[in-house]
């Protein structure tokens, strides 16, 4: 057990509509990261989170958003959801924003039906 | 543009023994890390080994090793005395100093065989 939690676990919905990822980071860690690992795809780093600041933007698409609140906890939202989408979404944190080892959370995956 | 590459989709090594898989990586950058991840069929990215490229010597966590050639761009991961439990997805993964875009191999499915 990384420390990292993310819910829902899974998460099965239709085209066209929005969903919103949560991710808990360990105790202590300060940055968020996002990615997405699809069959096609493999593993994407999206965005970086740092003490609520967005620090570091990768492959994310427009649809597709996150923040960090204050208490440290992250969310990504996905909307106007395609068949693509389907994925499975890692969360990770570090303590801090740089040179860090990366720990995974359990993932969320999602469907698009 | 950074790149990760696992030339070996699968491998497949009988217990107790000892299997290398391979990664090499391109960069025009001297500062970065390397890790191994080990992706078993929960799905959970569970952290093998981490490299810091000025480091010289090689990084060990007990049963897990690794060979990295800094000149040649490579970082394989030896696995000693392999173990059931050993079986799973193993990543391949730099980061490049100050830069927390981590680019990901596609992959090594391993199979260990009782």
């Known amino acids: 057990d990384s420390g990292v939690t993310q819910t829902p676990k899974h998460l099965i919905t239709a085209t066209g509509q929005r969903v919103t990822l949560r991710c808990s980071p360990r105790?202590?860690?300060?940055?968020v990261y996002w990615y997405q690992q699809s069959l096609d795809q493999g593993l994407q780093f999206l965005i970086q989170?740092?003490?609520?600041?967005?620090?570091a933007k990768g492959n994310i698409l427009e649809r597709f958003s996150a923040q960090q609140f204050p208490d440290l906890h992250s969310e990504l939202n996905l909307s106007s959801l395609e068949l693509g989408d389907s994925a499975l979404y890692f969360c990770?944190?570090?303590?801090?924003?740089?040179?860090?080892?990366?720990?995974f959370g359990p993932g969320t995956r999602l469907l698009v039906l | 543009a950074q790149t990760v590459t696992q030339s070996q989709p699968e491998m497949s090594v009988q217990e107790a023994e000892t299997v290398t898989l391979s990664c090499t990586y391109d960069t025009s950058e001297s500062d970065y890390y390397l890790f191994w991840y080990k992706q078993p069929p929960s799905r959970q990215m569970i952290l093998v080994i981490r490299?810091?490229?000025?480091?010289?010597q090689n990084a060990t966590e007990n049963r897990f090793s690794v060979n990295f050639q800094k000149a040649a761009k490579s970082f394989s991961l030896k696995i000693s005395d392999s173990q059931l439990g050993d079986a799973a997805m193993y990543f391949c993964a730099y980061q490049a100093y100050n830069n927390n875009d981590m680019r990901f191999g596609a992959g090594t499915r391993l199979t260990v065989k009782p």
């Open positions: 989170y740092y003490n609520g600041e967005e620090r």
């Open positions: 105790s202590g860690d300060l940055s």
């Open positions: 490299q810091e490229a000025y480091k010289q």
């Open positions: 990770a944190s570090s303590v801090e924003a740089y040179e860090e080892t990366q720990y």
